[in-house]
């Protein structure tokens, strides 16, 4: 049977990868409830989109370019749209380093979070993805931008970033 038809792995495959999922409706998403509906209408976005999928491709890559559209959707409907977006929750994500913070160090990630979220929601996609050791070409194939528009755009958030933290 064809991959793309093969429910085993297209299931393997997402239950590998839930974090991008968790990740993303995390950073959509201010209440618990709203973040399982989103993160099920991903799930659902996904399955429909699975025929489509070229196995030759990262399934990462393609699983965050329908993550990060059903989420910026899902933003822009006029049921989400009046909801608040809060920080991401971080017992959610794997930490790299899972060693007890400094109440310094803390303050800074919060402070992080609160600006990603009071970012658009490209601009906050662009973030997550940078977050998460992404690289440009990466970032420009999941968002549907170009490699250098990618590039400017983490750099002036970068620079957006140091001047209002």
């Not at 989109?49 to 491709?57: E, H, I, L, M």
């Not at 400094?102 to 993805?129: G, M, N, T």
Request: with cysteine.
């Amino acid at each position: 049977m064809p991959l793309a038809h093969d429910r085993a792995a297209f299931t393997r495959l997402l239950q590998d990868h839930h974090g991008i999922v968790a990740t993303v409706a995390a950073s959509y998403c201010r209440d618990p409830d709203d973040r399982a509906d989103l993160a099920q209408e991903i799930a659902v976005q996904l399955w429909r989109a699975w025929p489509k999928y070229d196995p030759a491709k990262a399934f990462s890559t393609w699983m965050y370019r329908i993550a990060l559209n059903v989420a910026i959707s899902a933003v822009r409907s006029a049921t989400v749209r009046h909801r608040h977006a809060v920080p991401l929750d971080e017992t959610l994500h794997d930490l790299a380093d899972p060693a007890p913070r400094d109440p310094q160090a803390e303050q800074q990630v919060r402070a992080l979070h609160r600006f990603i979220h009071a970012q658009a929601p490209l601009d906050r996609a662009l973030l997550l993805l940078y977050l998460d050791d992404r690289s440009h070409r990466d970032i420009a194939e999941i968002l549907g931008l170009s490699e250098t528009n990618v590039a400017t755009k983490i750099s002036r958030l970068r620079q957006r970033i140091r001047h209002e933290l």
